[in-house]
């Protein structure tokens, strides 16, 4: 049997306790997957305010004295594994979203927030941080994070390096003299290491010193290496050769489970579909739709971005005014698509509801309520909601990119595996294509049936991920063991 690994997995957001997105779901199950198979997994995050009210006293480990302040690192337990929290007033005594003001701004000190909670698992990995462990591995995710590894590079011996890439669009770039001002490393801001375009960036580090790269789909894997979606480093990714890699999310089988999720007016499964009707009467209700069985209802749930294609939803819904159709909405973010989203639900009341907000408890009922769910991304690089729906016996609409397009299977492609539709580009007219297709497909029985049984059986778990990510691991130490010799 292959050597099992010590693994410090560092994010910047963790289900159950602190979640914008996706990467909070991923961070909350893979380390649990990796655990399962035998692994010792410690996670690490921020100690934000919002997680500190949700944990009974943490323990007090040590006292960090970092280049750039000084944190306290504190542990506490997550279902099988321990968390371990960087504690430090930037993180402790902020309210509300991690990376973000009420009015969707940056805080302004984020560069300094997440250069600080990189130094503290810097610190951790090199088993500085007294808790007589040494990790094997680092795994690091998105720019927060991007720092870990091209700081680890500074020392030897040191643990390998593997980095995630959840969005590459989010980079956390800064002013050059804002890298001074920080006193981060000068030997490593040149046009190989962390200098983009004059810049500093934090995900470059991750992409450009870790040992292996990879991101959360195959699609998006192979997109990313292109101009179109390579966000200016696609030469960088191209040049890193097979050390950039994709491994498709897993989702959490048991906490996105009709049957027993406890957010359910009514749960249901496979063999009980008829009951998930309940749950759609339930979500006209508490909307204030019509509540008529017959009419479809399309769900979406998302960060309101550019990136999810929320205006060709707009766009789609209004061109189709005249159609039997009934849309819920639930999202947060961009301020000009909400007064656009309410906009179109005050001119369509009887057929457009929509919420403003973030709520785990309603984007539940979505999922189950909905008939339908609309997920048109301009990139998605890889996509939970689509899975989620697909469990939840809601067949969604997607572009064909990234995760979406490895995951969603059109009646075109074969019906032994249909289980959605997937529309060619992400413009408003395929989109609105798309919709009338699924309106044919919703008064046709037995096809509806048969999309919905190809989702709900498929097995999304993340066992036979969590297996590539060990094998990564295993590459990853070889690398640099095969260095250290050479
Ligand atoms: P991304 O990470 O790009 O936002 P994903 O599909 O990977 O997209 O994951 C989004 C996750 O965040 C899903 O679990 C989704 O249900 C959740 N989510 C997004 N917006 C909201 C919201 N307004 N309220 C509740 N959950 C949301
Ligand atoms: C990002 C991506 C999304 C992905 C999630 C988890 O937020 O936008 O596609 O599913 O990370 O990896």
Known sequence: MRKKHNILFACSELTPWVKTGGLADVCGSLPQALHRAGNDVRVVIPGYESVL????????????????????????????????????PSFSNRPGNPYMSDDDRA??????????????????????AQLEWQPDIVHCNDWQTGLVPALLTLHKPRPATVFTVHNLAYQGNILHSAYTDLQLPAELFHANGLEFWGQASYIKGGLAYADRVNTVSAGYAAEIRQNK????????????????????????????????????????????????????????????????????????????????????????????????????????????????????QQDLPDKVAVKIGFSEPFSRLIEAGADSFLMPSRYEPCGLNQMYSLRYGTPPVVTHVGGLADTVFDPDQGAEKANGFVIKNATSEYLAQGIQ????????????????????????????????????????INDIEANLTR
């Open 229 to 344: 979606y390579g966000c200016g480093m696609d030469g960088l990714l191209r040049s890193r050769g097979d050390r950039v890699s994709g491994i498709l999310n897993g989702i959490d089988m048991d906490d996105w489970n009709p049957q027993t999720d406890p957010h359910l007016p009514q749960n249901y499964s496979l063999q009980t579909l008829d009951r998930k009707s309940a749950n759609k009467a339930a979500l006209q209700k508490e909307m204030r739709l019509p509540q008529d069985p017959e009419v479809p209802v399309f769900g979406v749930i998302s960060r309101l971005a550019e990136q999810k294609g929320i205006d060709l939803i707009i766009n789609a819904i209004s061109t189709l005014r005249t159609e039997q159709l009934q849309l819920v909405v639930l999202g947060s973010g961009d301020t000009e698509l909400q007064t656009q989203l309410l906009a179109l």
């Open 107 to 128: 805080w302004a000190d984020n560069p300094y927030r997440f250069a600080l909670f990189s130094q503290a698992v810097t610190e951790i990995a090199l088993d500085r």
């Open 437 to 476: 297709r699924v309106l044919t497909a919703f008064a046709n029985k037995p096809l509806w049936h048969q999309l919905q049984h190809n989702g709900m059986t498929t097995d999304f778990s993340w066992d036979e991920s969590a297996q590539k990510y060990e094998t990564l691991y295993h590459c990853a």
């Open 53 to 88: 009210r949700q944990i009974d006293s943490p323990v007090f480990i040590s006292q960090l004295e970092l280049p750039l302040g000084n944190v306290a690192l504190c542990q506490t337990r997550l279902r099988a594994h321990d968390v371990l929290l960087i504690t430090h």
